[in-house]
């Protein structure tokens, strides 16, 4: 029977585990945590990335700071407001939502980021210091991954687990995750566009995480019976049925995929979720630092 790994539960119960930890701090004269978000321009998954960070924020009892920005905003402005923030004592964590206009530079501005308050985890120092197992912020995405299987008790030690994608945000930290002691202590291996033995490599994994951004990619035929599919892709899909025009597809042929495997998570409902809430837990590790 296939486990339907359901991540809109799971960080809803985990939402309310912090907002009672916040009720806590502040009952006891502590200060609320404070995450601020720079948004520049318009891009629709970027507004509501940020509207949904908002609402998490509320549902965390935190307090929450948006700035926004038009899309011609200098790179040198955007260093400014960066440096305000770093030097703001009320601001506890803040994020710099991705992409900027091509114009700016985005690793000039993540690096411009003070790591103690990087809770996106992109700064090179906390990049560095996750791969070396070492207290970091981590990138909200790998790290919700990480909480679901364990919430789910799914083993991953010793277990062959293939990543499919290699970005900065989803595919390196997660394989550094999943390879760790202290992480998943799997037996990992990281595919992308030009891995000629892409689909055998998934044939003998036990957990694969797609995070390529290619809808359906993972089909029946790639997957061995049993197997645990994470899905981290969230396409918009032209769909006119829909209100909004669009709909949100996975990395996984899910249809298929699902009757195949031991567990899965769905898309909408499975990954993305978590990722905001695991925003919100390094956001209070941030404030508790502070
Ligand atoms: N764009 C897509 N995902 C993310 C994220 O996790 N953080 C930021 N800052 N931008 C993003």
Redesign the pocket.
């Given at each position: 029977m296939v486990n339907l790994i359901d991540g809109k539960a799971t960080a809803a119960t985990i939402k309310a585990e912090i907002k009672a930890e916040v009720e806590a701090i502040v009952a006891s004269g502590g200060k609320r945590p404070h995450l601020a978000a720079i948004l520049v321009g318009h891009d629709g998954g970027?507004e509501t990335?940020v509207k949904n960070k908002v609402l998490a924020c509320e549902a965390c009892g935190f307090e929450s700071t948006l700035l926004r920005f038009e899309d011609d905003i200098t790179e040198q402005k955007l260093l400014d407001e960066v440096e305000k923030l770093n030097a703001n004592p009320s601001v506890d964590g803040f994020?710099?939502?991705?992409?900027l206009p091509k114009h700016i530079d985005e690793q000039k501005v993540i690096e411009a980021i003070d790591p103690r308050k990087d809770v996106?985890g992109f700064h090179p120092v906390n990049v560095g210091r996750m791969a070396i197992g070492l207290p970091a912020f981590i990138?909200?995405?790998p790290k919700g991954i990480l909480e679901l299987l364990r919430r789910y008790n799914i083993p991953t030690s010793g277990k062959k687990c293939v990543i499919l994608g290699r970005s900065n945000?989803v595919g390196k930290p997660m394989s550094q995750l999943m390879m760790q002691k202290n992480g998943g202590d799997a037996t990992v291996t990281v595919c992308h566009s030009h891995s000629p033995q892409l689909k055998d490599e998934c044939r003998e994994a036990d957990i694969i995480i797609a995070a390529i951004g290619r809808p359906a990619f993972v089909t029946a035929d790639m997957v061995k019976p049993g197997a645990v599919i994470i899905d981290v892709g969230t396409t918009r899909v032209p769909d006119p049925t829909r209100k909004s025009g669009y709909r949100l597809s996975g990395d996984v042929d899910f249809e298929n995929v699902a009757p195949l495997c031991s567990a899965i998570t769905p898309v909408p409902g499975g990954v993305g979720p978590m990722?905001i809430c695991m925003l919100m837990q390094n956001t209070l590790q941030a404030a508790r630092q502070s």
């Amino acid at each position: 029977m296939v486990n339907l790994i359901d991540g809109k539960a799971t960080a809803a119960t985990i939402k309310a585990e912090i907002k009672a930890e916040v009720e806590a701090i502040v009952a006891s004269g502590g200060k609320r945590p404070h995450l601020a978000a720079i948004l520049v321009g318009h891009d629709g998954g970027s507004e509501t990335y940020v509207k949904n960070k908002v609402l998490a924020c509320e549902a965390c009892g935190f307090e929450s700071t948006l700035l926004r920005f038009e899309d011609d905003i200098t790179e040198q402005k955007l260093l400014d407001e960066v440096e305000k923030l770093n030097a703001n004592p009320s601001v506890d964590g803040f994020i710099v939502q991705l992409p900027l206009p091509k114009h700016i530079d985005e690793q000039k501005v993540i690096e411009a980021i003070d790591p103690r308050k990087d809770v996106d985890g992109f700064h090179p120092v906390n990049v560095g210091r996750m791969a070396i197992g070492l207290p970091a912020f981590i990138s909200a995405t790998p790290k919700g991954i990480l909480e679901l299987l364990r919430r789910y008790n799914i083993p991953t030690s010793g277990k062959k687990c293939v990543i499919l994608g290699r970005s900065n945000i989803v595919g390196k930290p997660m394989s550094q995750l999943m390879m760790q002691k202290n992480g998943g202590d799997a037996t990992v291996t990281v595919c992308h566009s030009h891995s000629p033995q892409l689909k055998d490599e998934c044939r003998e994994a036990d957990i694969i995480i797609a995070a390529i951004g290619r809808p359906a990619f993972v089909t029946a035929d790639m997957v061995k019976p049993g197997a645990v599919i994470i899905d981290v892709g969230t396409t918009r899909v032209p769909d006119p049925t829909r209100k909004s025009g669009y709909r949100l597809s996975g990395d996984v042929d899910f249809e298929n995929v699902a009757p195949l495997c031991s567990a899965i998570t769905p898309v909408p409902g499975g990954v993305g979720p978590m990722t905001i809430c695991m925003l919100m837990q390094n956001t209070l590790q941030a404030a508790r630092q502070s």
